[in-house]
């Protein structure tokens, strides 16, 4: 017997029909002999609608500023998650098994007062692991909590990854299962590559590249609460039949686990690829090569929200002169654009360059540390299908390399299979 969190995600709990499909997969670990505890997301679209509902209130009665209440946003977005937690609960009691839904407060589930992106500080458990050692469920409502304010809370959108890695980590569970609309990690984007292959393991440090990276399969804060805590991880789809073969195997689940790398015993050098559409690359050219000048630059576009992503400086060729050019989302372009000029005397630099629509291919992969060679077998299979590298920064499990947008699919495919990423 173990102590399972399973979670939930938006199409899993689409519609009346598949919330009792999920409480077929819940009972199928309840039968098993588990102590269950579900956290849920909202019904597919069900946020989206009430954020827009939030967004319109203020101009409707005519107010001239968007402005509103971030507490009153979260009263508004949490209730999706409320709404499942209870017709699950409803799903399950008509099958006979023992359940009820909680609420983030009534749990209680305590975050920061950080209205709208709160973070979760504390979980009282005790209650919920008295109830499942009476054989009862938890169904949890995902994505809230409850501020030092005494106000909902909600934790940015995509949260409840976040609250189920939480709830498994304050209630020492055996596994978090995370059921979503695919059934485990790829090597990389199978819509890209179609032989990419589905992995059995991957490192928390691996997942948390590729999720940052753009396989948005959970959120990367989710990921980095596993890793701090140690919950191992399971991807794995509610979309396949609840009792099919194997579904119940508690070694060998079908999916992906996310664990410690201790766990992996036969590790690939590259373990997946991945890739971040609409990059823009901004380059200031002939920068005075003096302390203080990234400060100067990089301080003031911290100071306006843009995400600044890679950052290449080179060393200049007579300590007079240098240039830098960086990342951000092309979204962000015109903003940045903006900062460099308002601040062009501080920092003092010549020109300043950019262009969008690029993208950046990263090749990941914890075997990385102790191999030496892999990004040049990177660089020649690009430069064999003619791709330029116009940057290229690397970590110590990541090489990152930014292309022109065009070749973004020709590139990703080409770096799966140079590492035998390929499935037979
Ligand atoms: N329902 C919330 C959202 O759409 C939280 C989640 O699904 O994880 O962002
Ligand atoms: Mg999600």
């Keep these: 017997m173990a102590r399972i969190v399973m979670k939930f995600g938006g199409t899993s709990v689409a519609d009346l029909d598949r919330i009792k499909n999920v409480a077929r997969h819940v009972k199928r670990e309840v039968d098993a002999g588990h102590e269950v505890a579900v956290v849920v997301s909202a019904m597919s679209g069900k946020t989206n609608e009430l954020v827009g509902w939030v967004q319109n209130m203020p101009k409707v009665v005519g107010a001239n500023s968007p402005f509103y209440d971030a ?39 305590r975050t920061d007062n950080a209205h709208g992106a709160a973070r979760i500080q504390e979980i009282d458990g005790a209650d919920i692991v008295n109830r499942m050692g009476e054989g009862q469920v938890a169904v949890i409502a995902g994505f809230q909590g409850i501020g030092p304010d005494n106000r909902i ?39 890209i590559v179609p032989q990419a292959r589905r992995l059995k393991k991957i490192a928390f440090e691996e997942m948390l590249e590729m999720a940052s990276l753009g396989a948005k399969v959970l959120q990367v804060r989710s990921v980095e609460l596993a890793m701090v805590h140690k919950v191992r991880t399971f991807v794995r789809s509610s979309f396949e039949d609840p009792d099919a073969p194997g579904m119940g195997d508690f070694l060998n689940p079908p999916g992906t686990l996310i664990c410690d790398e201790d766990e992996i015993v036969e590790q690939e050098v590259v373990t997946g690829i991945a890739y971040a559409k609409d990059e823009a ?20 576009l911290a100071e306006s929200h843009i995400n600044v992503d890679m950052i290449v400086q080179n060393i200049s060729e007579d300590g007079s002169k240098t240039d830098m050019t960086f990342t951000v989302p092309s979204g962000d372009v015109d903003k940045a654009i903006k900062v460099l000029g308002e601040n062009k005397e ?79």
């Design 71 to 109: 507490r009153e946003y979260d009263a508004v977005v949490a209730s999706g998650e409320q709404v499942t937690a209870g017709l699950l609960a409803i799903a399950l009691q008509a099958m006979d098994i023992n359940a009820r839904s909680w609420q983030g407060w009534q749990i209680a589930i």
């Design 153 to 191: 809370a909600t934790l940015g959108r995509g949260g409840s990854d976040t609250s189920a890695v939480a709830v498994a980590a304050a209630l020492k569970a055996d596994r978090c299962d995370i059921y979503t609309d695919v059934d485990g990690v790829y090597t990389t984007d199978p819509r």
């Design 281 to 300: 690359q901004i380059s200031l050219r002939r920068l005075a090569d003096r302390p203080g000048v990234s400060a100067a630059i990089f301080g003031p």
């Design 346 to 424: 501080k920092i003092g630099y010549d020109v300043v360059q950019n262009e969008s629509g690029l993208v950046k291919v990263s090749v990941i992969g914890i075997g990385m540390r102790s191999h030496a060679g892999v990004a040049a077998t990177a660089f020649k299979a690009l430069a064999d299908k003619g791709i330029n590298i116009k940057a290229i920064t690397t970590s110590e499990i990541k090489i990152s390399i930014l292309i022109d947008g065009p070749y973004a699919e020709l590139a990703v495919r080409t770096l799966h299979s140079c590492y035998g990423l390929d499935k037979n």
